[in-house]
Antibody, heavy 122, light 108 residues
Framework: QLQLQESGPGLVKPSETLSLICTVS??????????WGWIRQAPGKGLEWMGA???????YNSPSLKSRVTMLVDTSKNQFSLRLNSVTAADTAVYYC??????????????WGQGTLVTVSS | SSELTQDPAVSVALGQTATITCQGD??????ASWYQQKPGQAPLLVIY???NRPSGIPDRFSGSSSGDTASLTITGAQAEDEAAYYC???????????FGGGTRLTVL
């Protein structure tokens, strides 16, 4: 059964870099059929797509976050990671990782990790 | 602001049919997928690629699309269906993923 698990610090100081890892079990991250994505949800708000990465390292990011987001993949550990720099309080959110399925006409996330709350505060 | 627009709230009587809509220009070209999110839980995919249902999702959930609007229909809504529902698709460029703002479904 495919499972994803986010890990990383729950508290980050303003202006610093948020770093999270998503560990995938039950499937190979090197699958040529899927991307792997990050989505976040600020408290009481909706879902915001951040970006996605292919096992080759190819990425595509949200235009609103593009300059601050870096994603990497480590196929040897079956993990992918997110780095978001220059964080502010507005980046406080639950961060989810998920497998991204794609067809010619749509994208869908399934399954999702349980999510990890990251708070930006001094 | 999201390129996909959802009504903030919808209510439905127990056992009746609920329809949640998602509107956006990109839906004329791309299909929507739908997620259910209950408080404190991660989203759960309920419909993908416009009308496909993942295994384990009850058949009372169905998806459809017409023009610039995608719809999630719950036929015979149950108390456990009370949740927030989000749509997602691609943006107009086709290069990025977008989510709707979400609809909170109340089952009366």
């Amino acid at each position: 059964q495919l499972q994803l698990q986010e890990s990383g610090p729950g508290l980050v100081k303003p202006s610093e870099t948020l770093s999270l890892i998503c560990t995938v079990s039950g499937d190979s991250i090197s699958s040529p059929h899927h991307y792997w994505g990050w989505i976040r949800q600020a408290p009481g708000k909706g879902l915001e797509w951040m970006g996605a990465i292919f096992y080759t390292g190819s990425t595509y990011n949200s235009p609103s976050l593009k300059s601050r987001v870096t994603m990497l993949v480590d196929t040897s550990k079956n993990q992918f990671s997110l780095r978001l720099n220059s964080v502010t309080a507005a980046d406080t959110a639950v961060y989810y990782c998920a497998r991204l399925g794609r067809s010619g006409s749509s994208d869908w996330f399934d399954p999702w990790g349980q999510g990890t709350l990251v708070t930006v505060s001094s | 602001s999201s390129e996909l627009t959802q009504d903030p709230a919808v209510s439905v009587a127990l056992g009746q049919t609920a329809t949640i809509t998602c509107q956006g220009d990109s839906l004329r070209k791309y299909y929507a997928s739908w997620y259910q999110q209950k408080p404190g839980q991660a989203p759960l995919l309920v419909i993908y690629d416009k009308l496909n249902r993942p295994s384990g999702i009850p058949d009372r959930f169905s998806g459809s699309s017409s023009g610039d609007t995608a719809s999630l229909t719950i036929t015979g809504a149950q108390a456990e269906d009370e949740a927030a529902y989000y749509c997602n698709s691609r943006d107009s460029s086709g290069n990025h993923v977008v989510f709707g703002g979400g609809t909170r479904l109340t089952v009366l």
